[in-house]
């Protein structure tokens, strides 16, 4: 009995400890579970957000936000491009160079790659490179290499180079950024299958690229992977068949009825692609009867508009009414299928310009969508009685001039349909009543003269979803503090901060004391 009771004695001690056994087990299972479980939701949020993020470019101007023809060129690479950058000498551009391809590589979705070599720390790589693409130990260049084809990118083409504090001492400094300027140039040219070629009708008093007028413009297009040429249609017969698109830059003498017969067979029947800019108060009959047959007149005018401006008057400065013929041209919303990004841009007309007119009658009846790319305001009108040796200041006539708002550019397009996708040849022209725009001292007026232009031969070379880049200028942010505004932030960051900071410690404390 004793022994019983005994065992029985000795048995019940163990009893009570099976219970806090089995909880520190349960506990251990369940702390387990929530870290194995917020390991998984972690590494599953890291999982998609390396796959699929979103990028922000918050800088003061926009330093690494991509032009709209970079984001679409980089999307529709068909195949890889390798970007190789080589700076053992080039470190005042070597930092933006790096992070904009790096935009690159995102805008591209991975189809660019981009390797860094520094040629003092990887000797044998920086060997094999220069052995395989063939340059100097001291070339400082971005690499690109696409389906066997190779462009070299130097960093003298990057950037605007200020150079004028080195006579005082001072190291060179960066006055703009041309990076993504030189860096897309190169991709065209080396994605596309061809060069495309532009040819400037000559042997009418033209604008040309072989003079210094347009030289501005000219390396634009030129960057794009354009080449220029200049044709005569007095020594052809027909429009070169290599011709993406003929350029008319302002006729001082009218077109020979052979030359229009030419450009007609080029534009409706080789569905061809004709950029004419037309000069202000000059007659060319000849085009202008065969541009009406198709809808789009000129109307032969000058678009002026009065203003009161301050004028000298036996030597006293008087302010009167004066003729304003430097015309002002607005991109409507309906020209966003042809200029993209200049819809809403302001320009000013340099030169004299003349008015458009549209049949809707004729354009139908040949077939011809005609789309609005520039209007004038309301205040101008076309005088068509212009002078420009004429003091007198211009008058409106409802009876002979044309009322504003006038239409000063148009696109022209034969053939094809209305459905975007579905993709049909088809004639394309732009015509513009100024030609002075493209001009360097157009540009120096407007420079979005420069972005239409860029924009209009992109549209007629089936570029639709290009557009210009412009260099970046380098900014410097100065922060200019008075004494008032320092005491107020040393009051901030000594005083205000770590007070809140100890206050928000003692009621912790305070919290876990109770």
């Known amino acids: 009995m004793d022994k019983q009771n005994d065992s029985a004695s000795n048995a019940t001690p163990t009893q009570p400890n099976s219970a806090p056994s089995m909880k520190r087990l349960t506990i251990g299972l369940n702390v387990l579970t929530q870290i194995l479980i917020v390991a998984i939701l972690i590494g599953m949020i890291n999982y998609v957000s390396f796959r699929h993020f979103k990028r922000w470019d918050f800088s003061r101007n926009q330093k690494f936000a991509l032009a709209p023809m970079t984001k679409n060129l980089l999307t529709s690479l068909k195949k890889p491009v390798k970007a190789v950058v080589f700076f053992p000498t080039a470190q005042m551009i070597a930092q933006d160079v790096t992070s904009l391809l790096r935009e690159y590589e995102y805008a591209s979705d991975k189809k660019l790659s981009v390797e860094l070599v520094d040629p003092y720390r990887n000797l044998l790589r920086a060997k094999e490179l220069s052995e395989k693409y063939k340059f100097g130990n001291s070339d400082n260049i971005v690499i690109l290499d696409y389906d066997g084809k190779t462009k070299f990118v130097n960093a003298a083409d990057m950037a605007e180079i200020d150079n004028s504090g080195m006579m005082m001492g001072q190291p060179p400094t960066v006055r ?66 290599d011709a993406a698109a003929v350029v008319i830059a302002g006729l001082r003498t009218d077109l020979s009825e052979r030359e229009i017969k030419l450009l007609a067979e080029y534009w409706s029947d080789k569905k061809g692609r004709l950029f004419i800019m037309a000069a202000g108060n000059v007659k060319t009959p000849r085009l202008s009867e065969w541009l009406a047959s198709m809808g789009a007149a000129l109307q032969s005018d000058v678009v002026v508009r009065t203003a009161n401006m301050l004028q000298m008057e036996n030597g006293q400065p008087v302010v009167r009414p004066a003729t304003i013929s430097t015309a002002v041209g607005v991109v409507p919303p309906s020209a966003k299928g042809v200029l993209k990004e200049v819809v809403g841009f302001d320009m000013q007309l340099p030169g004299l310009t003349q008015s458009i007119a549209i049949d809707p009658a004729k354009s139908a009846a040949e077939k011809i969508r005609v789309t609005e790319l520039m209007t004038s305001p309301a205040e101008f009108w076309g005088e068509t009685e212009f002078s420009p040796r004429d003091p007198r200041t211009a008058t409106k006539d409802p009876a002979k001039d044309h009322l504003g708002p006038l239409k000063l550019a148009v696109a022209l397009e034969k053939g094809g349909i209305d459905d975007p996708r579905v993709k049909v040849e088809t004639g394309r022209m732009i015509l513009v009543g100024n030609m002075a725009f493209i001009t360097n001292e157009g540009l120096r007026v407007s420079e979005a003269g420069l972005d239409f232009s860029i924009n ?59």
């Open 176 to 241: 703009a950024f041309k990076g993504e300027e030189a860096m897309t140039s190169a991709l065209l040219e080396i994605t596309e299958d061809k060069q495309s070629k532009i040819y400037f009708l000559s042997g009418h008093g033209e604008l040309l690229p072989t003079g210094q007028d347009i030289s501005a413009i000219k390396t634009f297009i030129e960057r794009e992977n354009v080449k220029l040429e200049v044709l005569n249609l007095n020594n052809t017969d027909s429009v070169p068949p």
């Open 456 to 514: 209009a031969i992109n549209w007629l070379i089936n570029r639709e979803h290009l557009a210009g880049i412009a260099p970046k200028p380098k900014q410097s942010v100065r922060l200019s503090l008075n004494e008032k505004q320092m005491s107020r932030l040393a009051l901030v960051v000594i005083g205000i901060i770590p007070s809140l900071v100890a206050i928000l410690g003692v009621f912790a404390w305070w919290k876990r004391r109770n």
